[in-house]
């Protein structure tokens, strides 16, 4: 029961965070480009990775890691927003944005997890 209240508390504050910061990010670079989601879902993965290789994956402190990784990660990042901003370029007839969005998304988020598990072993 600890492990939910854990992951629901993580994911609050991490829904949260990302609402703030997404408004914070967007009020001062208006852009086609997504900047918001980009820099929330590569810090996010960086947190990730971080957390991951410091729990030992959730082995060692699984609490932590359903407080950060699971809830905190999991709310804070967001995929489906990746997925409906890439949409709305592509419908914008934006086909090279929405292409260095896609690849520099999915390139950079595995960079910061990467990141991330290096820094922990620090």
């Not at 370029?89 to 929405?98: H, N, P, S, V």
């Amino acid at each position: 029961m600890l492990g939910l209240f854990c992951i629901g508390a993580g994911g609050t504050v991490g829904a949260s965070a990302r609402y703030l910061l997404g408004r914070i990010i967007n009020a001062r670079l208006q852009s086609a480009f997504p900047w918001a989601t980009w820099l929330i879902n590569i810090s996010g993965s960086f947190l990730l990775g971080y957390i991951a290789q410091r729990t030992n994956f959730g082995k060692d402190n699984p609490l932590l890691w359903k407080l950060i990784g699971t809830g905190f990660c999991g709310a804070f990042t967001t995929f489906s927003t990746f997925g409906y901003e890439t949409l709305q370029m592509i419908e914008k007839g934006k086909w090279g944005l929405a292409l260095r969005y896609v690849v520099s998304s999915i390139v950079l988020a595995i960079c910061g997890v990467w990141i991330g598990i290096q820094m922990a072993h620090h």
